[in-house]
């Protein structure tokens, strides 16, 4: 069982930045892909940026240039940098993780992002 805690979310002004972390921990199995995903409210869950263990990234059109998704495979961790944050970009923050063999996804608990204008 993989368990995914993040860390990093709060209160920040528009305009400003916030790095999350998600670390991964407890597979048997090497994480492949992770990626962030986000919910505000009234929405559906959405994708943010996802990056491969080989560190292919994608992300959604609306954070492209701003947001950097990168990890640190020796730490099963990965990270958001989220730049220039507008206050649509508030949201509940979720990591998830996909475990090698397995093929299963993982979500973390999520973390609330605020920007306020």
């Known amino acids: 069982q993989v368990q995914l805690v993040e860390s990093g979310g709060g209160l920040v002004q528009a305009g400003g930045s916030l790095r999350l972390s998600c670390a991964a921990s407890?597979?048997?199995?090497?994480?492949?892909?992770m990626g962030w995903y986000r919910q505000a409210p009234g929405n559906q869950r959405e994708l943010v940026a996802t990056i491969t263990r080989s560190f292919r990234t994608n992300y959604a059109d609306s954070v492209k240039g701003r947001f950097t998704i990168s990890r640190d495979n020796a730490k099963n961790t990965a990270y958001l940098q989220m730049n220039s944050l507008k206050p649509e970009d508030t949201a509940v923050y979720y990591c998830n993780a996909n475990e090698a063999y397995t093929g299963r996804d993982y979500w973390g608990q999520g973390t609330q992002v605020t920007v306020s204008s």
């Open positions: 407890g597979s048997r199995f090497s994480i492949t892909a």
